[in-house]
């Protein structure tokens, strides 16, 4: 009887929980592009904060992040962290919910266009590869040069360590001129070490050995080789 | 004939429209036109993908004759003593009655066939041989002293009879030759996609020169001569697939300048006058002016869009088509635009293939690197009505294709 007592509670909170956020699901439904309509899956979770992640099925988009999640029950705005290219901001996405369904607006490279989604399931919110903690042996400062099609570029990459906190790192790329890249995930394992950069498209992946890193360059169709070595 | 005589200044007589008032006319084909017209008397001649050979009426926009080909026709005719000079993607080239559009000869060629290359711009399978779907023009024909000239897929550069068609010589280069030869002093000039620019005696076909433009053995993206050139005054002006606008010696080959282009390939065919070369970039999308005898940039703006059409200059104007399906008038001396013309494809931008800014929406285009990806891409990007046809100015009107299936006039 107590057991059945509590059973009935936690299912009432669980209700109370889902009631309280209605904008938490998945939603699926169709962008009304000009001559080509575009599936939109967002996944829409309510935790400590709101998190998401969105699926462009045919634009090569995946478990996308959800960035700047503002929610104003029953209005929703965010950008979704794919998509981009040169001069071309994120997707950004505004909804609000109504008779169940979420209607918004689609905003890319300035054009926008209308969607209805409609609510399939619970959120399935895509985890994001996170930054790891990084060997002492990696830390500090390392320089190195390529060259792309004839042209020399140099790259100086430094390697913060935060303790038992997830390692960041600068990467500059100097060519013509200079690319600050902006790195989104630095991850070690073992003697193995992964820079990431979406925003260029960019990896850069190498193994530690002697106090060099060997490793290879990846950008689109460029792999190219490139160690890197402690600055003298 | 291409770019308005043998020596491809792409210069024109005036009037031209410095302002924009209508579209005169417009000419509806069975697909893309990437060929550009050519006019001799009334009539304006042009190639049709859907195979066919036009002659319309400039004044009217109507039909005059069509002939058709066995396979798409992205070159422009030359019109020559009342006889029409074109080839075909069926591997032959045509000489037709200019008045009728009757047979007059036809002589085949090796067959054509596009730029191919392994890993074709970093596109998957790496060991695949991908054809290249930007290889998007088959060589014009220039005509001199009875003489037709022409390069092909085949590799070779042609020179036939241009009453009989009989082989004169042919003279053979590394890979496919789509640019179109220039005519100056005896010489034939043109650049091949083995990476060479070569001068062929008109004579007799031996070589007099080559020049190396670059290479490319990891993508295979910056390299070849795709655009045509201009001979003035002794010089050499063409683009390259490596990034670079050449000005080389004439007599020599001996390299002159260069403009570094920075990764972004040059297939338009420099206009060369009064001293100043005009040019454009594809994926940089710059409009350039720049001196002809030092090459320092006079002018850069920003076109938006790639450019593969042409510029052509009349007086004080000059007009260039854009990928993103417009054709713009600038000015001559400040590169400022005076006015633009959007196709209605254009402006329905249908796929987001365009941003608001009539830029190339690459997420919308390309997203994925399989062989198949470049062609799809370009098939989205071709559906704005782009403008690889270089304009055609006559009688005051402005005269071009696109690949919406329309030649314009517009005055």
């Known amino acids: ?232 | 004939m291409f770019r308005g005589d043998p020596a491809h200044t792409g210069v024109y007589a005036g009037p031209a429209p410095r302002q924009f008032h209508r579209v005169k006319w417009r000419f509806a084909t069975g697909n893309r036109i990437v060929s550009s017209p050519v006019i001799s008397g009334k009539a304006l001649y042009f190639g049709g993908d859907d195979g066919n050979v036009y002659a319309v009426d400039s004044e009217t926009g109507r039909q005059i004759w069509k002939t058709k080909t066995r396979g798409p026709v992205p070159a422009t005719p030359a019109v020559v003593n009342g006889t029409l000079y074109v080839g075909s993607y069926d591997g032959n080239f045509y000489a037709l009655n200019a008045d009728t559009g009757a047979l007059k000869w036809k002589f085949a060629t090796g067959g054509e066939r596009r730029f191919e290359a392994k890993g074709l711009h970093g596109m998957q399978p790496k060991n695949q041989t991908i054809a290249d779907s930007f290889d998007i023009f088959l060589s014009s024909p220039v005509v001199v002293d009875g003489a037709v000239y022409f390069g092909s897929g085949d590799g070779n550069v042609y020179a036939l009879d241009a009453n009989t068609g009989e082989l004169r010589w042919k003279f053979k280069t590394g890979d496919v030759v789509h640019a179109s030869p220039a005519f100056a002093d005896g010489v034939v000039f043109v650049g091949s996609w083995d990476s060479y620019f070569y001068a062929i005696d008109a004579k007799n076909g031996k070589e007099k020169w080559r020049f190396h433009g670059g290479e490319d053995a990891l993508i295979h993206n910056q390299v070849g001569f795709q655009s045509s050139p201009a001979v003035v005054d002794g010089v050499v002006y063409t683009g390259c697939r490596d990034a670079q606008l050449y000005a080389l010696e004439a007599e020599s080959g001996k390299e002159k300048w260069k403009i570094d282009n920075q990764l972004s390939w040059v297939i338009t065919s420099p206009a060369v006058v009064g001293g100043k070369v005009y040019f454009a970039t594809s994926d940089s999308a710059l409009y350039h002016v720049a001196d002809a005898v030092t090459g320092k940039w006079l002018v850069k703006e920003d076109g938006r869009a790639y450019m593969f059409s042409s510029p052509s200059v009349v007086n004080d104007t000059v007009f260039i088509g854009v990928l993103n399906g417009t054709l713009a008038a600038r000015d001559a001396a400040s590169g400022k635009l005076l006015w633009e013309f959007q196709t209605d494809a254009s402006k329905e931008n249908k796929g987001w293939v365009l941003t608001v800014e009539r830029r190339f929406n690459v997420p919308m285009l390309f997203f994925d690197n399989w062989h198949e990806g470049p062609i799809v891409a370009q098939d989205r990007q071709l559906s704005v009505g782009s403008i690889f046809s270089s304009p055609l100015v006559a009688n005051g009107a402005v005269y071009f294709g696109s690949t919406d299936g329309f030649v314009y006039a517009i005055d």
């Open chain 1, 1 to 232: 009887m107590r057991f059945q007592t509590g059973l009935i509670l936690f299912l009432a909170m669980a209700a109370l929980c889902c009631a309280d956020e209605p904008l938490a699901g998945r939603w699926s439904g169709k962008v009304q592009i000009p001559g080509r309509e575009v599936l939109l899956i967002v996944d829409l979770a309510h935790e400590a904060n709101w998190t998401g992640s969105a699926t462009l099925p045919g634009l090569n988009v995946k478990g996308a992040p959800l960035t700047g999640v503002a929610v104003q029950s029953p209005e929703v705005a965010f950008a979704i962290k794919a998509m981009s290219g040169p001069n071309i901001e994120s997707p950004r996405v505004t909804a609000r919910l109504a008779d169940g369904k979420l209607t918004g607006e689609f905003l890319q490279s300035g054009n926008s266009a209308r969607f209805v989604l409609e609510k399939i399931g619970p959120p399935q919110v895509e985890q994001q590869p996170r930054s790891s903690t990084i060997a002492k042996e990696f830390e500090g400062e390392w320089k190195g040069e390529y060259e792309v099609l004839g042209y020399p570029r140099k790259v100086t990459l430094k390697l913060q360590s935060h303790g038992t906190e997830a390692a960041t790192a600068d990467l500059v790329i100097v060519g013509r001129k200079v690319n600050n890249v902006p790195v989104d995930r630095v991850t070690q394992q073992g003697d193995f070490i992964t820079i990431d950069s979406a925003a260029f498209g960019m990896t850069y992946e190498g193994r530690i050995k002697n106090d060099e890193i060997q490793g290879q360059l990846l950008q689109g169709p460029i792999e190219t080789a490139v160690v890197l070595r402690r600055p003298k």
